[in-house]
């Protein structure tokens, strides 16, 4: 399959290159070419006349719960750890491994609708999650939630084994879910497996001050020094939410190149508090983004998180200069597939994969002209989203989605699923 995007706006989102006026072509899954027009006689299966409209790398949503969209408005107005303890994890324990797969892909049709091409998922089923991904076509990295209820380390080991290497659309990673919900031995049995594989390691990580606090009272170290202590970094990683950071474990991020991921949407609603995104780029930490799970966000809008992100380091920093579009933007593509481990799909070049979307620019909330990067980031919204492709196929486009089933399915089972676990 061959398309060409052409009377194109190109932010490849390389460094040091600035917008321009162009055309790019996909051969199959791959950009074949990046630029400002060429004669050719090629033949194409498709000519996609973009009218001036933006093409950039797709977001990278790099962290999220995907089958969490069961719980979407049932448990909201609580602190993390009452919505954790006494509504999400007893609902979760009903779910099914079918249950997963039908919520997931009504996650991913959110997605889609907000230029997401690729997702960093940590949830339950991931056998399941990985059929979603196949039969959407959706890129999903999940990493491991391993914790003292389950899977067994054994489990985890056997998930990363057979879960890579099966499709370009699906990838498992090591990780466990916080150290609040793991005792000292598992921690240690997860340190000896990535020293084993070689692998990074990814855990949600001082999200809240009492997480922070209990582990203190524990060990006498914060998480991230605890971790660090049991070797987890050795090969990288980093971790989700990072609001309460010393400074010693930003230190630590930045001796071991940890990336740290921000869920500002999610730590607003729950008040878990603001992540000090400036003072991870001071220290030269990459930040990514992600949105959290549908049930604690409750959308899975990037154009929202983005926004919230430069928005709060303004309020916090009381400097409006602070956190500006060009880096959140940044964040949001580059930095999201450097955490999950797609450089591959990092930036619009030739060669690599396509994962791209195209932003509308013919929507009042896009004009006048004056500087496009800023609009998507301080006044786009999902609404901007024209088409979304993911390795080479379009997926959503004009309101239509192209993933092999009617939304309207999706919609009826992922009903049928909360009814009867709320039964």
């Known amino acids: 399959m061959k398309i060409r995007f052409y ?3 190109i932010l490849t989102m390389a460094d040091g290159e600035d917008m321009f006026e162009g055309e790019l072509h996909v051969t199959d899954n791959l950009i074949s070419y990046v630029g400002n027009g060429k004669a050719h006689d090629e033949k194409f299966d498709r000519e996609i006349d973009c009218k001036g409209n933006v093409l950039l790398p797709g977001f990278k949503n790099a962290h999220t719960h995907s089958g969490m969209t069961a719980m979407r408005s049932y448990a909201d107005d609580l602190p993390l750890q009452e919505w954790l303890n006494e509504k999400i994890f007893p609902m979760e324990a009903k779910m099914s491994g079918e249950d997963c797969y039908e919520l997931s892909k009504l996650a991913v049709l959110e997605y889609l609708t907000t230029g997401v091409t690729a997702v960093f998922d940590m949830y339950l089923a991931p056998y399941d999650i990985a059929r979603c991904a196949v039969d959407t076509g959706m890129k999903f990295v999940q990493v491991s939630g391993i914790n003292k209820f389950g899977p067994s380390i054994e489990e985890m080991e056997e998930r990363y084994l057979k879960l890579n290497g099966q499709s370009p659309l699906s990838y498992f990673k090591l990780g466990f879910h916080a150290e609040y919900t793991c005792d000292l031995p598992l921690l240690e049995s997860i340190a000896a497996l990535a020293h ?10 001082s999200e809240t001050r009492a997480e922070v606090e209990g582990c203190i009272e524990r060990y ?3 998480p991230t020094e605890l971790m660090d202590s049991l070797g987890m970094f050795e090969y990288g990683g980093g971790g989700y ?3 309460y950071f010393t400074e010693h474990d930003i230190e630590i991020f930045k001796k071991r190149g940890l990336i740290a991921v921000t869920n500002p949407g999610s730590n607003t609603k729950l008040a878990s508090g603001i992540c000090p995104v400036y003072k991870y780029m001071d220290a030269g930490i990459p930040v990514a983004i992600g949105t959290d799970g549908p049930s ?3 959308c899975l809008d990037m154009f929202r998180e983005m926004f919230l992100v430069t928005g709060l380091a303004k309020l916090e920093t009381q400097d409006a200069a602070a956190v500006d579009a060009m880096q959140v933007l940044k964040m949001a593509t580059v930095n999201g597939a450097k955490a999950m481990g797609l450089t591959d799909a990092d930036v619009l070049k030739e060669g690599k994969e396509a994962d791209i979307v195209m932003i509308d620019l013919h929507q009042p909330n896009m004009q006048p002209l004056n500087n496009i ?20 196929r379009i997926l959503y486009e004009d309101g239509e989605y192209h993933i092999g089933e009617d939304p309207e399915d999706i919609y009826r089972k992922s009903n049928e699923i909360i009814k009867r676990l709320t039964a």
């Open 7 to 9: 009377n194109a706006r």
């Open 220 to 222: 006498g170290k914060t």
């Open 196 to 205: 084993k594989y070689k692998q990074p390691l990814w855990a949600h990580n």
């Open 373 to 392: 990067a800023k609009n998507i980031v301080y006044s786009g919204s999902k609404q901007n989203v024209k088409l979304t492709m993911v390795h080479g």
């Open 241 to 243: 939410h990072c609001i």
């Open 296 to 298: 604690s966000n409750n």
